[in-house]
Structures are given as C-alpha cells and as structure tokens.
C-alpha cells in the first residue's frame, strides 16, 4: 500500500467510505506485480455481494503474464484494422441508442477532461483512437479480470452483478490497490470467448484492469464530478 492510500484510508473515521470515495478509475498502472493470494482475498470478499435467492451469477477470468499479452494482442490486431474492426459488435447495449441530457453532457464532460490532460484535441482522431486502445492492455495493469454471466439469467442477475463490480473495486481500494472497469471489451467477446474458452452459454460482461496506479501518469490526475445528492434524491416527509 503507497503512503498516500494509506492516509486516505487510516485518517478516514470511517475506512468503508474512504475506500469508496478514493476509487476513481484508473488509466495507467505500475507494473508492479499483484499476488494470486491478494486477488483471491478480493474476489473471496466481493463474492459476499447480495443477489437475488443468492443466485450468484459471477463468472470470473483472471488474467496475468502471458495469458494476458496473449488476449491484449489478439483484440489490438482487430481494433487497429479498420475493416476487422466493423465486425465486432456487442452482444448487448451498454448505453443507450440516442443520447439526451443532462447524459450527454456528463459523457461529453469526462472524455473532454481525459483528453485534455492528455493534450488530444478534437482534431487527433489517431491519437484519440490509440488511447482507446489502451483499453485492450488493461491500461497495463499486471491482471486483467473479465466477467462474463450464464445467459438463461435476467435483468434482475445483472443489477446484482453491478454490486459484485462494486465489490471488487472497494475491496481493491481497500488494499491500496486501483482498477478500471472496463465496457470497452464487449465489441469483442468472439475474440475473448476463443481466447479464454468461454462456454457459449455465457456473455461478456466487462473486463476491469487491476493493480496499483502510476502517480506520475497524467491521466491519473483526471478526477470526475459527481451531482449534489439534491440533484437526484427526493425526501418524502
């Protein structure tokens, strides 16, 4: 655990919120390697989330070393070919078909704040589509985690799959550890179910990049907004 992870935690009266309120997605990772016993802690403690008549809908591919290189290479070789890359579509939308707001604003918002700091502008579509690219090495983190869900499963399995997500990224916190969940995967769960041998009967949920974050990446200086509780609360006295 880094001193500045520490001090988050340890001065916090309450380590939970500190935990939940420190995590921020994180685009640049150390190489620094994260042990087997520390991600099985993680997903040991995320694997108490609540679900519906405890269905426990979670699948989970842990990914490090050559596996890894392997999966990252495959998805960079389709992403980088234009052509290749129309191919691949997700299996289910993750946002919605047409944006309206406030939405539109907020998305437009981060990825204006993330490119800034990165000095991409508007005019860098090479540039915006090789930090999109970094998606596929899970932003160099030493373990890629992906997840997938039993497809005879509904609505309701999925909502508890958020908490298990929830989960893993505050336990992660909670070990000075970082992360960065990831829906940029789905356009190509063909090429992460041949990868992984990933039954048929399962659908791609996301990837998340795992490990500790680079302090001098710039991106990581990226701190996103959240709305006033005001804003989406109604208190009914």
Same mark, same amino acid.
């Given at each position: 655990m880094n001193a500045s992870t520490a001090s988050v935690l340890s001065d916090s009266k309450n380590p939970v919120d500190a935990a939940i309120t420190s995590r921020r997605s994180v685009r640049a990772f150390l190489s620094t390697p994260v042990s087997k016993e520390t991600v099985r802690e993680i997903l040991g403690t995320a694997g108490r989330a609540p679900s519906g008549t405890n269905i426990q809908p979670w699948q989970v591919y842990v990914l490090t070393g050559k596996r890894l290189s392997r999966l990252s290479e495959a998805i960079l070789s389709a992403y980088n070919d234009p052509e290749t890359a129309k191919t691949h579509t997700e299996e289910y939308a993750y946002y919605p078909k047409q944006w309206v707001s406030p939405y539109l604003e907020r998305r437009r918002k981060i990825g204006w704040d993330l490119y800034g700091l990165l000095g991409i502008t508007r005019e860098?579509?090479?540039?915006? &589509?090789? =930090? &999109?690219?970094?998606? *596929? !090495?899970?932003?160099?983190?030493? !373990?890629?985690?992906?997840?997938?869900?039993?497809? !005879?499963?509904? =609505?309701?399995?999925?909502?508890? *799959?958020?908490?298990?997500? =929830?989960?893993?990224?505050?336990a992660a916190r909670a070990r000075g550890l970082d992360t960065c969940p990831q829906a940029a995967f789905t356009p190509f769960h063909r090429i992460?179910?041949? =990868?992984?041998a990933m039954p048929a009967n399962q659908t791609?949920?996301?990837?998340?990049a795992l490990g500790y974050a680079d302090p001098d990446a710039i991106e990581n200086r990226l701190t996103t907004e959240r709305e006033p509780i005001d804003v989406w609360t109604t208190f009914l006295d």
């Open positions: 860098n579509k090479d540039k915006m &589509h090789r =930090q &999109h690219g970094r998606n *596929y !090495v899970f932003f160099d983190a030493p !373990v890629g985690l992906v997840f997938s869900i039993d497809r !005879v499963l509904e =609505q309701g399995s999925w909502l508890d *799959y958020g908490m298990f997500l =929830q989960n893993i990224m505050v992460i179910r041949e =990868q992984l791609l949920i996301c990837g998340m």
